[in-house]
């Protein structure tokens, strides 16, 4: 049995649509709500569905689970209230790693490149453990991932009872399919696409910073499926263990994307700029790459998916076919 939280959402349900062509027996721990989320799973519905508040109540009982991919979690760098934040992507974090500790079940997690803040060269996007103390995200979710990270790895240095395996993974600037329940944090890309598929500009925003032109604000976009082969690497690999970072390694600028989704719309290349809002300044990351070199190292040969490569994909076989889910 695998479990995956947030199992229902952009990455999870991704996630569980490649486990479920593996034939393996996974159970989704999330809410579908009253909107379209369902449709999430509507190709690959789990064999069972928990709702987070059941979680403890189900691991009390739960037996032959093998890996626990947690990939729930708020994710608004926008969100405010730093309890239920802690409780969310903190306390419930930590007990679930006790759990598969005790339960000898592998742990891979979601991380985020918003651990690291205001970085804004190649060289502090180094996911090396002894990093980690320096680094200062700017915002309350960044904050609480950058939490979890830090305890995770005391914990595996300093207990005998540890998970078999786990690993964290810093997601950088992730986009493809199934995405379209995050409102106001959907990737870029299908914010730019509604943009020119109703006839007018890419907007962007304006830069907040006088040595960063306007659209020339750069980060490390990465394609889903090449997100979903990492964690099946990882799951293909027990023995690996660490805190990785999960991007493309190669920053492009916002006026790259805008362009790529522009052709893949076959569109003329039509930009203009917009004031940043009021609740973006000073938490906004003009600058993400992510450090692949520990990744490579551990083993991870495979090429990433190039920005207009997966920005084609996403937009011709998805948000302009026929139907937009995986």
């Known amino acids: 049995m695998i ?3 947030g199992g229902a959402g952009f990455i999870g349900s991704c996630l569980v649509a490649a486990l479920a062509q593996r034939g393996l027996d996974v159970v989704v721990v999330d809410r579908l709500r009253d909107g379209g989320k369902w449709r999430n799973l509507r190709r690959h519905p789990p064999a069972k569905l928990v709702a987070p508040e059941d979680l403890d109540g189900f691991l009390s009982g739960a037996r032959g689970v093998e890996a626990v991919f947690h990939l729930g979690a708020i994710s608004a760098t926008t969100a405010r209230d730093g309890d239920l934040v802690w409780r969310t992507n903190v306390a419930l974090s930590e007990r679930l790693w006790t759990w598969c500790a005790q339960n000898r079940a592998r742990f891979i997690y979601a991380s985020s490149a918003a651990t690291y803040g205001a970085a804004d060269r190649p060289e502090q996007f180094s996911d090396a453990p002894e990093t980690l103390p320096g680094l200062e995200p700017l915002n309350l979710y960044g904050w609480s991932k950058h939490v979890f990270d830090q305890h995770t790895l005391k914990r595996m240095k300093g207990s005998d009872a540890v ?9 950088f600037n992730v986009y493809g399919p199934n995405e379209y329940h995050k409102g106001s944090m959907i990737s870029v890309v299908k914010v730019k696409y509604d943009d020119v598929r109703a006839g ?3 907007r962007l925003f304006r830069s907040d910073r006088p040595d960063i032109a306007d659209g020339e604000q750069k980060r490390d976009f990465i394609w889903v499926g090449d997100v979903v082969d990492v964690m099946l690497w990882l799951y293909d690999n027990p023995q690996v263990s660490g805190l990785f970072n999960c991007g493309t390694g190669i920053p492009r600028t ?3 994307l805008a362009y790529a989704v522009c052709d893949a719309a076959r569109a003329p290349r039509d930009v203009t700029f917009v004031d940043m809002p009021e609740s973006l300044r000073g938490q906004y990351q003009s600058f993400t790459c992510a450090d692949l070199s520990r990744l490579r190292a551990a083993g991870y040969d495979r090429p990433f998916t190039s920005l207009e490569d997966g920005v084609t994909r996403y937009v011709r076989d998805y948000l302009a076919g026929s139907d937009p889910y995986i």
Do not use: H, R, W
């Open 163 to 171: 998970p078999p395996q786990s690993v964290g993974l810093k997601f």
């Open 254 to 256: 916002y006026l790259d």
């Open 200 to 202: 007018g500009p890419a």
């Open 3 to 5: 479990i995956v939280t």
